[in-house]
């Protein structure tokens, strides 16, 4: 064997033992180089390559495919108070496009805290403004209103009794003739029964009183619900429990 051969058979072991060059990961020079649905951009495998590649609602950045910023399809895809337009989110210009109905200062006021669509809505010392619930203004300590006569329930009703309705007519006219001013419909009970039975005891008797003065044209928006419960009875026997369980009306 000449050394000539020799030479020429050690380089061809050499190549058997290392093999041909293999490509590196990821590189490509062409898309069919890379796995289904990359492109192959600049010798590398990627995502995308235009936004076209990526499809609706989203964009090619640095051969990733990355949600274009602000794009919805649905509200539920946009942050809370702000509406899904024209596949953007944007905040809103009238209450119809709120699904609460209420559009306050470009935002839906169910994305707020403490948002309501009435007092009722609202804690017992909150009013329901503009959508949301702030705190109540301090009972009204003008000019003598006419007088709203108490009215009183029987045991464990919220039924307004007969002998009542003339009394709660009186008032829903004096309620009529005072413009603007809110009246908190304060429910009472007697101490017996547990806290929370009697709190919503309280609650129905208002409500009851709310309802009787809605039928006779006083609007709902003037009237807030004050469930008390047992909260301020004062009676120790039956005559005096009477006076417990009561709706009282002030005056806001």
């Known amino acids: 064997m ?26 490509c020079t062409k898309d069919s180089d890379c796995k289904k649905g ?13 936004d076209k590649d990526c499809g609706p609602g989203k964009q090619c950045i640095n051969g990733v495919c990355r949600k274009k910023a602000g794009y919805c399809d ?10 899904c337009k024209e596949h953007t989110c944007q905040g809103c210009a ?6 609460s109905g209420k559009c306050v200062k470009g935002l839906c006021a169910e994305a707020m805290s ?26 009204y300590g003008g000019p003598n209103l006419c007088a709203l006569a108490t009215v009183y329930f029987g045991f464990n009703k919220a039924v307004v009794r007969r002998q009542d309705q003339k009394s709660l007519e009186a008032n829903a006219k004096c309620i009529l003739s005072v413009k603007e001013r809110k009246i908190h419909l304060n429910g009472h009970c007697d101490p017996r029964g547990t806290e929370e ?6 609650n129905q ?4 009183v709310k309802r009787y003065l ?25 005559e005096s429990w009477l006076k417990d369980r009561k709706v009282e009306f002030v005056w806001y």
């Open 74 to 83: 649905t509200n539920a895809d946009c942050p809370k108070g702000k509406i």
């Open 2 to 27: 000449t050394r000539f051969t020799l030479i020429l058979g050690l380089v061809a072991m050499s190549f058997s033992l290392s093999g041909c060059p293999t490509k590196k990961p990821g590189s």
């Open 114 to 139: 403490g948002s309501c669509k009435q007092d009722d809505d609202c804690k017992d010392e909150e009013v329901c403004k503009d959508g949301r619930c702030v705190a109540a203004p301090k009972p």
């Open 94 to 99: 009238k209450d119809t496009e709120c699904p």
């Open 205 to 208: 008797r208002a409500q009851a």
């Open 214 to 238: 809605m039928s006779l044209g006083v609007p709902a928006s003037r009237l807030h619900i004050v469930p008390k419960g047992e909260l301020e009875a004062t009676g120790t026997n039956e």
């Open 197 to 202: 039975y009697n709190l919503a005891l309280s």
């Open 38 to 50: 990359e492109k192959c951009v600049n010798g590398k495998c990627q995502q995308c390559a235009t």
